[in-house]
């Protein structure tokens, strides 16, 4: 069963859901957490599962049971959050990624710092028509488990590209408003169905604050923020 399945008090995973509680205050403003990330490339990454994802096709060597549109992965390990992924937000940058166009394959080709450096991998290929570049914001998350409260040992990436660009925007923002570090918060990632402007459906991402993140919780991302950054 996903873990959205399962009943939980999301207000027993933070500290408060309002006031900033003492151990942030004397922290607040400061804004750490949204300088570049590094070593990004060598994390896991969270995938949002779509209708023609491989992970939710049983006829597909990538199949992995259980999964669902909207559902969450770990690209790496292939675990299933659900459709809720609990997680602070410890860094974030823009990248410009590179991907082979699926009728002709498919394939990641990378991620650069600037459009510049993906277009010059693109003109490298042999055939570059293939190729296209995405804007991308890169998340790095460190996911909580809503069931027993736990961190997960390493963070993992996720990337919003295309639609999910204005979520990606949207939650730099409320980040932003909240106030204190960029990791003083527990976020709620979920995969909501949505449609784009033809009217064909597909899976979004959608983004709301739990609270205040624990101080045994917020001196861990703290820690991991000092590595990543």
């Known amino acids: 069963m996903p873990k959205s399945a399962v009943a939980v008090a999301p207000t027993s995973l933070v500290a408060s859901t309002d006031t900033l509680p003492a151990h942030l205050q004397a922290v607040q403003g400061s804004g750490r957490g949204n300088e570049n990330v590094g070593?990004?490339?060598?994390?896991?990454?969270?995938k949002l599962l779509q209708k023609m994802s491989n992970e939710v096709d049983k006829h597909h060597a990538s199949y992995v049971e259980g999964c669902e549109p909207g559902h969450l992965v770990n690209t790496l390990n292939n675990h299933n959050y659900g459709n809720d992924l609990y997680c602070i937000s410890l860094t974030f940058k823009l990248e410009y990624v590179v991907w082979r166009d699926i009728e002709a394959g498919g394939g990641y080709g990378g991620a650069f710092n600037t459009q510049a450096e993906a277009q010059k991998?693109?003109?490298?290929?042999?055939?570059?028509?293939?190729?296209?570049?995405?804007?991308?914001?890169?998340?790095?998350?460190?996911?909580?488990?809503?069931?027993?409260?736990?961190?997960?040992?390493?963070?993992?990436?996720?990337d919003f590209a295309s639609s999910k660009l204005r979520v990606s925007k949207a939650w730099n923002?409320?980040?932003?408003?909240?106030?204190?570090?960029?990791?003083?918060?527990?976020?709620?990632?979920?995969?909501?169905?949505?449609?784009?402007?033809?009217?064909?459906?597909?899976?979004?991402?959608?983004?709301?604050?739990?609270?205040?993140?624990?101080?045994?919780?917020?001196?861990?991302?703290?820690?991991?923020?000092?590595?990543?950054?």
Not at 39 to 46: A, E, K, L, V
Not at 126 to 155: F, Q
Not at 196 to 225: H, I, P, R, T
């Open 121 to 158: 991998y693109i003109d490298e290929q042999d055939k570059p028509a293939e190729w296209d570049i995405n804007e991308t914001h890169a998340h790095v998350l460190l996911i909580k488990d809503p069931e027993t409260g736990e961190l997960e040992r390493s963070p993992a990436i996720m």
């Open 39 to 46: 070593q990004h490339g060598q994390i896991p990454r969270i």
């Open 173 to 229: 923002s409320q980040i932003g408003m909240k106030g204190g570090d960029r990791f003083a918060g527990l976020w709620k990632v979920s995969g909501v169905p949505t449609e784009n402007k033809m009217g064909k459906a597909f899976m979004n991402c959608e983004v709301s604050f739990v609270g205040w993140a624990q101080e045994e919780d917020y001196k861990v991302a703290e820690a991991l923020y000092e590595q990543y950054s």
